[in-house]
């Protein structure tokens, strides 16, 4: 059984920076990904990590301003957020695909993922 335990988020003033952190027991993911989902807004990719690779995927609104990492050793994976806004507000989920492999064009795709995490709010005043 795989489980994703996260923790990280809270309050920041825009501009400020955040880490979320995402542990992962059970089996080892082929990929993590990172989903938030706005007040009524639907759940939307934000980054996502090849677990073996290292390779990253950032949707556009967060390029060049957050950070996906892992370690393998520890099963874990970090989302780094920079220069944080207000739109940025919204609850975030990590999620891992453990089964099969995950082609780069669905990396987005909230359905390829099998296990999430809780899910933790992260709130950016202005």
């Known amino acids: 059984q795989v489980q994703l335990v996260q923790s990280g988020g809270g309050l920041v003033q825009a501009g400020g920076s955040l880490t979320l952190a995402c542990a992962v027991s059970?089996?080892?993911?082929?990929?993590m990904g990172w989903f938030r989902r706005a007040p009524v807004k639907e759940r939307e990719f934000v980054a996502a990590?090849?677990?073996?690779?290292?390779?990253?995927y950032y949707a556009d609104s967060v390029r060049g301003r957050f950070t996906i990492t892992r370690d393998i050793a520890k099963n874990t994976a970090n989302l780094q957020m920079n220069s944080l806004k207000p739109e940025d507000t919204a609850v975030y989920y990590c999620?891992?695909?453990?089964?099969?492999?995950?082609?780069?064009?669905?990396?987005?795709?909230?359905?390829?993922?099998?296990?999430w995490g809780q899910g933790t709010q992260v709130t950016v005043s202005s």
């Open positions: 999620a891992v695909h453990s089964y099969g492999r995950l082609w780069n064009e669905d990396v987005w795709s909230d359905v390829k993922y099998d296990y």
């Open positions: 059970g089996r080892s993911p082929n990929a």
């Open positions: 990590i090849y677990w073996n690779s290292g390779s990253t």
